[in-house]
Nanobody, 124 residues
Framework: QVQLVESGGGLVQPGGSLRLSCAAS????????MAWFRQAPGKEREGVSC????????YYAHSVKGRVHVSRDNAKNTMYLQMNSLKPEDPAVYYC?????????????????WGPGTQVTVSS
């Protein structure tokens, strides 16, 4: 079973930056696409970004495009999310997730494994 552990969350001022990490273990094939989701209190879980295992294609939600960059170090089985220019609407628990598919999906229910999440807070 794939295990995921996020880190790097914390408190940052508006306009600040954070780098989230997701360390993965237990992959049984190279075809796991990895994604970041977030969930704020009272809101549904939403996709933030994804990186496809097929060719490394990256996807971003409209709300974060231009401010966020996802990357993956396959040698370390770790995915990163560099978040810049953080806004008051960005606070949430950020989760990483994987799916045994070479392509990304925008739908949380298609992801098979989830990390426990890391809290991101944006406040002055």
């Amino acid at each position: 079973q794939v295990q995921l552990v996020e880190s790097g969350g914390g408190l940052v001022q508006p306009g600040g930056s954070l780098r989230l990490s997701c360390a993965a273990s237990g992959f049984t094939s190279p075809y796991y696409s990895m994604a970041w989701f977030r969930q704020a209190p009272g809101k549904e879980r939403e996709g933030v970004s994804c990186i496809a295992s097929s060719d490394g294609t990256t996807y971003y939600a409209h709300s974060v495009k231009g401010r966020v960059h996802v990357s993956r170090d396959n040698a370390k089985n770790t995915m990163y999310l560099q978040m810049n220019s953080l806004k008051p609407e960005d606070p949430a628990v950020y989760y990483c997730a994987t799916v045994g598919d070479p392509l990304c999906s925008a739908w949380p229910y298609e992801y098979e494994d989830w990390g426990p999440g890391t809290q991101v807070t944006v406040s002055s």
